[in-house]
């Protein structure tokens, strides 16, 4: 019996893959929406003076 390594490690691989795309995603989500939160802070303080 001599197991298939390439299959499974592709199928890792691309589980792993999937999951970097995911999180790249939330990452890149998250980081926007702060920006957009210290720009709006910005404007106020701008409006402030």
């Known amino acids: ?3 298939d390594p390439p299959q499974g ?3 890792l691989a691309r ?3 999937s999951l970097i795309r995911i999180k790249a995603k ?3 989500f ?3 929406s ?3 939160k210290l720009n709006v802070i ?3 303080r701008l409006r402030n003076r």
Request: neutral net charge; aromatic residues 10%; charged residues 10%.
């Open 1 to 3: 019996m001599i197991p």
């Open 9 to 11: 490690g592709f199928y």
């Open 15 to 17: 589980q792993s893959v």
């Open 26 to 28: 939330a990452l890149t």
């Open 30 to 32: 998250l980081s926007m």
């Open 34 to 36: 702060a920006l957009q």
């Open 42 to 44: 910005d404007i106020k």
